[in-house]
């Protein structure tokens, strides 16, 4: 039933990407056509998710700006985060991702050129991501951030410590907030290549402030984002 689910899962993923394409490759032309692509996104997840059958609960600890710029930290557990994030978050944002992505055939095109890529093993493209996440920042848009800097743990729901120091540096850098997520079930929906029927639920966590904050503070916030999380994600893993 894993491989039927999974080709129903994928039959849908591919043909609404492939829909939106041709709006998504005029959005990319231009700068200021960029946020079409977000909007394009939206629509993509929730029809996805629609049409997998599988509910998406978000709830919410606080209220969220939509206008307002922030930096988005989840659990990485699941490939499936990418395509759900895109889905349910409203600010304007962009992730920050591995550079391999780019090697996927029009989706690869689409992140290249709509979000910003990272290779973790070459500190000049470390220095030059972080730059452009703060240059985004600046301009009002979000990011979008697995501080765990990829998928690694093995052990379901625990997350792999130290955090990378990037999400919370430019956070810093901008004085803008930091909004923890706890993905709940991804990992059940998709812990490898086939996908599982499962309801998905998504904690928002509140803000949190770094107005104030130094370099310094680094570690004290990385403490207080896994603080929030992980136990979050220890109480719904059943």
């Known amino acids: 039933m894993s491989w039927l689910y999974t080709a129903w899962c994928l039959f849908w993923f591919l043909l609404i990407f492939f829909l939106l394409f041709p709006i998504v490759f ?25 049409m997998a059958g599988m509910p998406v609960k ?20 699941s490939y499936l985060d990418i395509a759900l994030m895109g889905a349910i978050i409203k600010n304007y944002f ?12 029009l989706f690869g095109y689409m992140f290249a ?42 052990d379901f729901p625990q997350m792999v410590q130290p955090f990378k120091d990037g999400a919370f540096s430019m956070a810093i850098e901008n004085q803008v907030p930091i909004v923890p997520i706890s993905l709940l079930d991804n ?3 998709m812990p490898n ?3 599982r029927w499962h309801p998905i639920r998504v904690i928002f966590h509140t803000p949190i402030e770094t107005k104030g904050k130094t370099k310094s ?5 990385k403490k207080q984002v896994y603080d929030i999380i992980q136990p979050t994600l220890n109480k719904y893993k059943d």
Request: with cysteine; glycine share 6%; proline share 2%.
């Open 113 to 154: 050129k709509a979000h910003i890529q990272v290779d973790r093993s070459d500190k000049g493209s470390r220095t030059k991501a972080l730059t452009r996440s703060i240059k985004a920042l600046k301009s009002g848009r979000s990011i979008m951030i697995f501080p765990e800097g990829g998928i690694h743990t093995t």
């Open 94 to 105: 962009a992730f920050l991702g591995k550079s391999s992505v780019k090697n996927v055939p």
């Open 58 to 77: 978000i709830t919410y600890e606080s209220k969220l700006d939509s206008k307002r710029a922030y930096v988005f930290c989840a659990n990485h557990f």
């Open 217 to 221: 503070d680094i570690e004290t916030i």
């Open 193 to 195: 290549v086939l996908m």
């Open 187 to 189: 990992y059940k929906v």
């Open 26 to 50: 005029i959005s990319l032309q231009k700068e200021e056509w960029k946020i079409m692509v977000h909007y394009c996104n939206r629509i993509w997840g929730r029809i996805f998710f629609f």
